[in-house]
T-cell receptor, first 110, second 115 residues
Framework: NAGVTQTPKFRVLKTGQSMTLLCAQD?????MYWYRQDPGMGLRLIHY???????AKGEVPDGYNVSRLKKQNFLLGLESAAPSQTSVYFC?????????FGPGTRLTVT | QQQVKQSPQSLIVQKGGISIINCAYE??????FPWYQQFPGKGPALLIA?????SEKKEGRFTISFNKSAKQFSLHIMDSQPGDSATYFC??????????????FGSGTKLNVKP
């Protein structure tokens, strides 16, 4: 089992560009989450999904959109990147309680 | 408003010493308290977790102490080793389907164990 994988690992964007981060899990988990990690701020929840076709806003959703068309995939989109979105993004999946994290995507917006 | 407050922000411990990281919460509806360990360039990984019906849980050198009345919980790392050097996050979540298993994370503690 690969667990939770994230694509890409690194990305540099110019302000105003768009991109999509892909998260995939092979554990058949219902719940999936997108977090951003910034120094001194821990992990903050951006969006989450409780099953295929469902999404909901987390703590810091502005500037991001998500989709979960297949149970195993959870996509995070940035429509118009801003320097404030420079961060490390983590995806997680969960059957209940324990959350399993991917290796992260380091995004820099210049 | 931060739901889970973690301290200290950084910690230096000598090899063989005890590392202690503390967390406090306000919401009494939380019923699951995990600790995650994160090495540089990696995602967080579950280290140990506790529910509020017990006051202590031990797994090897790692112990969670839980004080329900004070709304505090802490991670103790006994006989700390250089390989324990990492960032540690506490978290809390609520039961119930309506809460969707959302985690509230502390801000993290960077532990450095000196050889």
């Amino acid at each position: 089992n690969a667990g939770v994988t994230q694509t890409p690992k690194f990305r540099v964007l110019k302000t105003g560009q768009s991109m999509t981060l892909l998260c995939a899990q092979d554990m058949n988990h219902e719940y999936m989450y997108w977090y951003r990690q910034d120094p001194g701020m821990g992990l903050r929840l951006i969006h989450y999904s409780v099953g295929e076709g469902t999404t909901a806003k987390g703590e810091v959703p502005d500037g991001y959109n998500v989709s979960r068309l297949k149970k195993q995939n959870f996509l995070l989109g940035l429509e118009s990147a801003a320097p404030s979105q420079t961060s490390v993004y983590f995806c997680a999946s969960s059957p209940w309680h324990e959350q399993y994290f991917g290796p992260g995507t380091r995004l820099t917006v210049t | 408003q931060q739901q889970v407050k973690q301290s200290p922000q950084s910690l230096i411990v000598q090899k063989g010493g005890i590392s202690i990281i503390n967390c406090a919460y306000e919401n009494t509806a939380f019923d699951y308290f995990p600790w995650y360990q994160q090495f540089p360039g990696k995602g967080p990984a579950l280290l140990i977790a506790i529910r509020p019906d017990v006051s202590e849980k031990k797994e090897g050198r790692f112990t969670i102490s839980f004080n329900k009345s004070a709304k505090q919980f802490s991670l103790h790392i006994m006989d700390s080793q250089p390989g324990d050097s990492a960032t540690y996050f506490c978290a809390a979540s609520m039961g119930g389907v309506d809460n969707f298993n959302k985690f509230y994370f502390g801000s993290g503690t960077k532990l450095n164990v000196k050889p």
